[in-house]
């Protein structure tokens, strides 16, 4: 992964450029104050202070350039992130010295996936100096866990199988010393047979497997987080189509952020008790596949109708949700990419957020807000409970019929949730189809920092 602490570093006079962020409202008035060189360089650049734009303006001396970067009104999170992709190698500071949560997207403009190139392209670094040390190590972090978001749903299913995703979540746990565990293969019938049921067609050396860590004082407050992990999604015997199968790499991206918030929890050692689950799964085919039309005991004993074998996350989440309240933990996170109808209604750069409580909710989305990280909040709209109604069984895992797809999958993980916990799930794309300064296509962390400003909120060192 790229060395993100090497990228931004305390400003101590040291020499470097100067950044100048000029807003395109203030365009005008900027470039009445600029000397004719400057003015020049401006009009040959066609800058004219549009966001994602800069330009290299000329100093007195040769070596003397400095450079202006347009930005919206407000300074945002993403003002800096074109500049920082496309600069010269070497030391630039603000005008004014304070980078803020700009220095996030300097920092990720400058994260590469290079995983299958050959010859990766590895530019030099632009180091961003601050005269706000105290905010590096933070900046770090979330530049670090939003990288492994990204590089984890960016990794091929072939190399990123059941086994591969635990071992993610191990290197996450030891480099803090948690305890780490994992149930697989058989030994999930007993306890997780939904895990089982959906994760045992694949080959043995993909199994299914529930993946745990627990880290912290048990004194503090317990906090769960839940991940959906499968690792490629055919849609089992209700296989998808090839157009629906080809980004089903990143099915795991529900994991993914869970794995990179527990690692944000752990390295800040917020005071809290963390519990962090992830069912590992491939939906693959076989003569052992599940089927639909099948009948699946669950952990909290309800049983679940198969109406599609394509809605398998729903099921293997129902499993670790249901251990995770066993634990009776202060408040309960869970990320899926868990629904197409969530997409269809929000787009791709929308979570799509339920809670069982009001006020969680409202501080998920106040903090999304600030952090630049937006959730949009859906209902739990119980009358349409009766969609999930079987025949034969306590409830079935796809209703027919098409309508509120979002919110039936929802309703159904609130089945497994204990009424009592504080409990949000985010459906969350986890892709970001086309790309933005500082923000590649591809694998993306949507609700990431939402969820981590909400923790530090409600949990302060």
């Known amino acids: 992964m790229t060395d993100f602490s090497t990228l931004i570093s305390p400003d101590r006079g040291q020499a470097a450029r100067t950044l100048t962020l000029v807003p395109q409202a203030e365009f005008a008035q900027w470039l009445s104050v600029q000397p004719p060189r400057v003015r020049a360089a401006v009009e040959a650049a066609r800058f004219e202070g549009k966001a994602d734009s800069f330009a290299i303006l000329p100093g007195e001396a040769p070596e003397a350039w400095s450079v202006a970067v347009g930005v919206e009104a407000e300074n945002r999170l993403w003002s800096l992130a074109a500049a920082a992709a496309k600069l010269p190698e070497g030391s630039y500071r603000l005008a004014d010295g304070v980078p803020g949560d700009c220095a996030l997207g300097w920092l990720l403009a400058q994260h590469r996936f290079d995983r299958y190139r050959e010859k990766p392209e590895i530019p030099g670094p632009r180091v961003l100096l601050t005269s706000e040390p105290a905010k590096i190590d933070e900046m770090v972090r979330l530049a670090e866990a939003t990288a492994l978001v990204r590089d984890l749903v960016d990794t091929g299913a072939g190399d990123l ?207 999304g807000e600030q952090v630049e990280d ?40 609130e089945r497994f949730v204990a009424p009592d916990i504080a409990w949000a799930h985010f459906d969350t794309f986890a892709w970001r189809p086309t790309a933005k300064p500082g923000r590649p296509k591809g694998g993306e962390a949507l609700g990431l920092r939402a969820a981590w400003a909400l923790l530090q909120g409600r949990f302060p060192r």
């Open 161 to 367: 199988g059941p086994a591969e995703l635990a071992d993610a979540a191990k290197a996450v746990a030891d480099r803090h010393g948690a305890r780490f565990a994992v149930t697989q293969g058989d030994a999930l019938l007993d306890g997780y047979p939904m895990i089982h049921a959906v994760g045992r067609a694949a080959t043995k050396a993909r199994g299914p497997r529930l993946i745990e860590v627990e880290w912290g004082d048990p004194a503090h407050p317990r906090i769960a987080l839940v991940g959906k992990g499968v690792c490629f999604d055919s849609g089992g015997l209700d296989i998808k189509p090839g157009s629906g199968m080809l980004l089903m790499k990143k099915d795991m991206g529900g994991a993914a952020h869970a794995i990179a918030l527990a690692g944000l929890i752990m390295a800040t050692r917020l005071p809290v008790h963390l519990h962090l689950l992830i069912p590992a799964v491939e939906n693959a085919i076989s003569a052992d596949a599940f089927r639909p039309g099948d009948i699946l005991k669950s952990r909290k004993g309800l049983h679940v109708e198969i109406g599609n074998t394509d809605a398998e996350g729903r099921l293997i989440l129902a499993d670790a949700l249901t251990r995770a309240c066993e634990q009776e933990p202060t408040l309960l996170l869970d990320f899926a990419t868990l629904t197409g109808a969530a997409r269809v209604a929000l787009g791709p750069d929308l979570p799509a957020l339920f809670a069982n409580d009001d006020g969680l909710a409202h501080d998920l989305i106040q903090a």
């Open 374 to 413: 937006p959730l949009w909040r859906l209902p739990l709209w119980q009358p349409y409970n009766e969609m999930l109604k079987s025949d034969i069984a306590d409830l079935n895992n796809a209703p027919s019929g098409g309508f509120a797809g979002t919110i039936t999958a929802a309703l159904f993980l």
